[in-house]
T-cell receptor, first 112, second 116 residues
Framework: SQQGEEDPQALSIQEGENATMNCSYK?????LQWYRQNSGRGLVHLIL???NEREKHSGRLRVTLDTSKKSSSLLITASRAADTASYFC????????????WGAGTKLIIKP | DTAVSQTPKYLVTQMGNDKSIKCEQN?????MYWYKQDSKKFLKIMFS???????INETVPNRFSPKSPDKAHLNLHINSLELGDSAVYFC???????????????FGSGTRLTVV
């Protein structure tokens, strides 16, 4: 089942701008993960944030988690053409039998 | 030194045929998965194996049969292929799988199956 819902479904910005994607989920979670998928490729793990964490950074990526709103955001600063990809959130839910529940993804296009 | 490798990358076959997709991981992970990604990019778990034992078997037609000869390999065999089976199939592995995830999954590059 699809628990996570990414927003927006598609985002097109100029190179150098910041890109923000959001993910909402429905049930309590243990952690939330973000993945990137380049066209025609497999998914690549970006960041895992636990339910007791509020913010996490990795290079140009910043992830926030608000468990009261059941939402997370992924911020990519100073975007580059190579950031063009689809971005997925996945949650490790309390009642998901330890399997990840995936959102439908945000397609990000960085225009040169 | 590919972490999760799956073959073939592309598979075009006729309806009714039987085909297999192979997956191997060299990460020493205990858990392996098969996912199906449809044309709208939805990812759906199909199967999960932990140390060669089936732990997740979602509602998948029994034409799909996974086989794990050892914990580094998880193959997917599909009988009597149908048009609706056309999709991209991803193999993945993780260090967890029977507990809360502490690590991300590592995915293969996918097998694009086209049934004609």
């Amino acid at each position: 089942s699809q628990q996570g819902e990414e927003d927006p479904q598609a985002l097109s910005i100029q190179e150098g701008e910041n890109a923000t994607m959001n993910c909402s989920y429905k049930t309590s979670i243990n952690n939330l993960q973000w993945y990137r998928q380049n066209s025609g490729r497999g998914l690549v793990h970006l960041i895992l944030i636990r339910s007791n964490e509020r913010e996490k950074h990795s290079g140009r990526l910043r992830v926030t988690l608000d468990t009261s709103k059941k939402s997370s955001s992924l911020l990519i600063t100073a975007s580059r053409a190579a950031d063009t990809a689809s971005y997925f959130c996945a949650t490790d839910g309390m009642d998901s039998n330890y399997q990840l529940i995936w959102g439908a993804g945000t397609k990000l296009i960085i225009k040169p | 030194d590919t972490a999760v490798s799956q073959t073939p990358k592309y598979l075009v076959t006729q309806m009714g045929n039987d085909k297999s997709i192979k997956c191997e991981q060299n990460l020493g992970h205990d858990t392996m998965y098969w996912y199906k990604q449809d044309s709208k990019k939805f990812l759906k778990i199909m199967f999960s194996y932990n140390n060669k034992e089936l732990i997740i078997n979602e509602t998948v037609p029994n034409r799909f049969s996974p086989k794990s000869p050892d914990k580094a390999h998880l193959n997917l065999h599909i009988n009597s292929l149908e048009l609706g089976d056309s999709a991209v199939y991803f193999c993945a592995s993780s260090q967890d799988g029977t507990a809360w995830a502490n690590y991300g999954y590592t995915f293969g590059s996918g097998t694009r199956l086209t049934v004609v």
